[in-house]
């Protein structure tokens, strides 16, 4: 009874079904689900009083920085606005200050985060050399390839590459790709870099850049077993591509960020520099079919490629020099909860694209509330309605080129484990709550 808590009277959405119940979680495990008068005694009791309760949510595309790049991000801040987010489990990226391409890396970041984190965080790698993957396996939950932009020694030609997918998938892990073709983009970025337009930017940034990059790495390998996920889908040239890999039965997964899906080209002479992304945002007849993909599954999941940069940093005035990238942790729930709201999308698919389909792609063993389970478990007050306020992030990037929508679900509480770290607007718990994920984590 000592760590124990039950959470009373929450409409708990499991299996595609919405229950009228009660949770009980002891020892970081929920044990038992069911009306008050079912549930063993515990030390904490919450009455919910009719709250959505969801299973924590899974980023698996997050750019926690820290370590030179703290700055902009670190393991606290990023953890403090996932869990504001409703998020439980990140996997973070490894291009940071320094790369994390080696096992010596890998290690010197998970004991800096060990007492930092407040939510589940395991780590992508980026290896140096070929040899790296074998010898990172334990650590690794899976190996980003940037095709726009080299993060590490190990080049993209596609020798290189099938060798990787292979090695990657021996030791029977997933190889991630940001897919843009650099060779492609670093041609037009050398022509159009004279123009100061935006347009310009968005030019040497065509979609075509990404199909390519999905077709190069989908025809480097056709090692059945080779598991495969691209990041942030953002054209229909590369929804194509994958969906017909799906066909053949190989093991093809991607996803699609809350911006590419509900902002546009259109939008961005309005947000300026903010608004620059990579892959930028699309126009709006491609945005429209995006959205589409994440409704009929073509696109499996949502991530947030939460990228803080300093305000400094997005307002240069140059928009060749403006980091891509934006916070996302804080507002992707709301933004997507708001579209379940209007009947967009149905709620059922938004927790499978959120929790259960990222969580089975990288072999985490969370995203569902079962009895057994890891108590990782986020309520929601589905009648909350606010306005996106970037200046009350806990993210250190107070900015958003969603600020000022009106957006409807709240998180209220998000629990780690069974332990309360997020509570009305405000961290709880302890840093170092989280825990580090890795392959062979149990649960
Ligand atoms: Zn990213």
Known sequence: MSDSTNILDVRLYQKGKLLETGISIANG??????RESALPAAAETIRARGLLALPGLVDVHVHLRDLGLSYKEDYL???SAAAAGGFTTLIDMPNTN?????????REKMDLAKGKILVNVGFNLVPKSLDTIAETKDLAMGYKINLVKQWSDLPTDDTTLRALIERVASIGKITVFHAEEGSTVD?????LKGSSSLKSYYKAHPPEAEDEAVARVLGCTHERR??????????TGSLRLIRKAKRQGRHVTCEVTPHHILLSEESSSRLGGISIMDPPL????????LFAALKGRAADIVASDHAPHSLDEKTRPSWWNIPPGIPGLETTLP???TEVAKGTISLRRLVEALAERPSKIFNLNCGALDVGAVADVVLVDM?????????KFLSKAKYSPFDGRSVRGRVVKTFVRGRLVYDEGRIVGEPGTGSIVTPTTED
């Open 282 to 289: 699309r126009r709006r007849q491609i945005t429209g079919k």
């Open 226 to 235: 080779a598991r495969i996920h691209f990041c942030h889908v953002s054209s």
């Open 77 to 79: 801040s990023g953890t």
């Open 98 to 106: 320094p790369v994390t391409d080696s096992l010596d890396r890998l």
């Open 29 to 34: 495990r929920i044990v038992k689900l069911g």
């Open 187 to 191: 041609e037009l970025e050398s022509r």
């Open 335 to 337: 933004l997507l909860l």
């Open 383 to 391: 009648k909350r309605r606010f306005k996106i306020d970037s200046s």
